[in-house]
């Protein structure tokens, strides 16, 4: 081969590797073409609360059990969750949990295994989510992020987004190569009242629009534990906020 001809190959090779770099998009594209499938940071940047109802189902040994939901958000981080279930099928009446976090204090009013404080890591991870989306302002938060390449995930090519904050669980999430949907997330999360670290899994389907973004209307959770599906019938934004439901009962 000649010295022009090694240097042809040469140049070529680079090239070809030039473009296959290029191809290979950074976290931040991925996360930024996923907020725009999502709706766009202008439309979520108009959503000051949500208030979302619905049902759930918690996968048992002694079969499917069925209750109700209510979630209800408000900027920059305040959540309630209030969960209901008829337990009777395992001998323990009935379910009721209701989780609050203020976007500081977390604590959870259990009928089954007593009121708490939320602390640690379940503390943790829930200032390190956001509303009305946690890929708004992740940066601000000191969480850094990387692209870990692509998985196949339910036939699909998915890209694996890591979120690493600063303190609490790291989270891998899913986001679909082709309509930047995020599909899945993976986190290990510290459960006291099992004892154990857990890995935990939650899978997003059936998208909506509502008010010009998409929420996943069917969300299914799982881990060794236990699995549950939520179901949401109905979402409204901007509705008017009780404050009161986001702390300790009797703290304000």
């Given amino acids: 081969m000649t010295n022009s001809s090694r240097q042809l190959v040469v140049a070529a090779v680079i090239l070809v590797m030039g473009h296959a770099a290029a191809a290979q998009p950074s976290a931040t594209d991925v996360i930024e073409k996923s907020l725009t499938a999502l709706g766009g940071r202008a439309a979520h940047s108009k959503l000051q609360s949500r208030s979302a109802t619905g049902t759930i189902t918690l996968s048992t040994p002694a079969g499917d059990i069925a209750g109700t939901l209510e979630l209800l958000n408000t900027v920059p981080n305040k959540t309630r969750l209030l969960l209901k279930a ?76 890591v979120f690493d904050p600063t303190s609490g669980s790291q989270v891998r999430n899913y986001i679909d190569a082709e309509s930047y949907l995020p599909i899945k997330t993976v986190m290990k999360v510290d459960i006291p009242q099992v004892g154990q670290e857990v890995e935990q899994t939650t899978e997003f389907f059936d998208y909506k629009d509502v008010d010009g973004v998409k929420i996943p209307f069917r969300i299914k959770t799982s881990s060794s534990i236990q699995s549950i599906t939520i179901t949401l019938t109905d979402v409204e934004h901007n509705v008017k906020v009780d404050e009161t439901l986001f702390v300790k009962p009797g703290a304000l």
């Fill in 86 to 161: 008829d337990l009777s099928a395992l001998g323990a009446g009935e379910l009721v949990v209701d989780q609050r976090f203020d976007g500081g204090v977390g604590y959870v009013l259990d009928s089954l295994q007593g009121n708490r404080e939320v602390t640690g890591n379940q503390l943790d991870n829930m200032k390190n989510s956001s509303f009305p989306h946690p890929f708004m302002d992740y940066k601000d938060r000191g969480t850094s992020a990387q692209l870990a390449g692509k998985e196949t995930v339910g036939g699909r090519d998915a890209y694996v987004v």
